[in-house]
């Protein structure tokens, strides 16, 4: 800023009593419309996996309501969880707002990181929750969870198993299912859901556990369903078991949903969430989930900071009961 113009602006903040504000402050005081340009939302899954299509849908949606386009970035790796050090820098403007998938949950009871998913975000809203399941290549040999069990018992470390990255839920149901079991596999995690499906149906790896961005795959004939991790068997896939009827006291299920930064002001925050509850309505959205066996899961910003902060302390304790950090 020139000299000049910066004593112009020291002037005029002094009148209105603004004095040296930190930008949290400034911000505060800032009385304009909100928003008067576009927003980003950070979305930390690769391009085209199944909740960057659902968040690119509900991001078009939104925009309306915002009277601003909402511009998607992707910031793909690490399980899911690099959106949140930009959360962590974002100024609390409401102009950067992000995906928060569960594995920001667990990650920071894994390993030493500088962001908490608790502390530096903002709760906008929930929007839906992500189901699992084990998948092999409509081809494979191993046609049901007993045959993989089977295998990694007769070939101790040999069985690969894809995942859509390291202390994603996925991986920790593999712990659970095998390790626990003093069964060894290789563990080969991915970006995202779509460079993981492609291994698995072009059999680079011989099984997987995915979320159910899978289904267009399996209604196609590509990819086979071994078994569901969600409560109750799937209208979609009647004839596909789910752990528990096996024998595995095993239910995975991932929500998530949109924050912004720590601070985010109370009015922003209310016309965020506002345009995003009303786009999670669309009949078009609701479509879409249903291609990925997903419906809408809707709280508010208290219920989803209630919810958050739950689902921090299970996963605290649920890695300390099991030490699911471990890689295979």
């Not at 839920?169 to 659970?176: A, C, D, G, S, Y």
């Not at 390790?179 to 290789?186: H, Q, S, V």
């Not at 949109?258 to 609701?286: C, I, N, Q, T, Y």
């Not at 879409?288 to 902060?309: F, I, K, M, T």
Request: a positive charge; one cysteine or more; charged letters at 15%.
């Amino acid at each position: 800023m020139h000299p000049t113009d910066r004593r112009r602006w020291l002037r005029r903040a002094a009148a209105l009593g603004l004095g040296a504000l930190p930008p949290r402050a400034a911000l505060a005081a800032d009385s304009g419309d909100f928003p008067a340009h576009p927003v980003t939302l950070w979305v930390p899954w690769p391009a085209g996996a199944a909740t960057d299509i659902a968040l690119r849908l509900l991001a078009e949606l939104a925009s309306p309501g915002l009277g601003q386009v909402l511009t998607i970035r992707n910031r793909a790796g690490a399980g899911g969880t690099l959106a949140m050090p930009v959360l962590q820098q974002a100024r609390p403007d409401g102009y950067t707002i992000a995906q928060m998938p569960y594995p920001v949950f667990r990650v920071p009871h894994l390993q030493k990181v500088l962001w908490d998913p608790i502390r530096d975000v903002t709760p906008i809203l929930q929007l839906s929750s992500v189901s699992f399941g084990i998948l092999v290549a409509t081809d494979s040999p191993l046609r049901s969870l007993d045959a993989l069990f089977a295998y990694a018992r007769a070939h101790p470390g040999e069985l690969s198993i894809a995942t859509n990255g390291v202390a994603t839920t996925p991986h920790v149901v593999l712990e659970k299912l095998f390790t626990a079991r003093g069964l060894r596999y290789i563990h080969v995690p991915y970006k995202g859901t779509v460079e993981q499906l492609n291994a698995i149906a072009s059999r680079q790896v011989m099984a997987g556990v995915s979320s159910t961005g899978f289904g267009p795959a399996v209604d196609a004939g590509t990819l086979r369903l071994l078994a569901l991790c969600s409560a109750q068997r799937s209208r979609r896939w009647p004839q596909v078991p789910v752990l528990r009827e096996l024998g595995f006291d095993i239910v995975a299920n991932s929500p998530y949903g949109l924050a912004g930064p720590r601070g985010l002001p109370p009015d922003r925050l209310s016309v965020l969430h506002d345009a995003f509850k009303e786009a999670l309505s669309a009949p078009r959205f609701h479509a879409l989930l249903a291609e990925y066996d997903q419906q809408v899961d809707y709280l508010g910003p208290h219920a989803y900071a209630q919810s958050c902060r739950e689902i921090f302390a299970q996963e605290r304790a649920a890695v300390q009961q099991f030490g699911l950090g471990a890689q295979h």
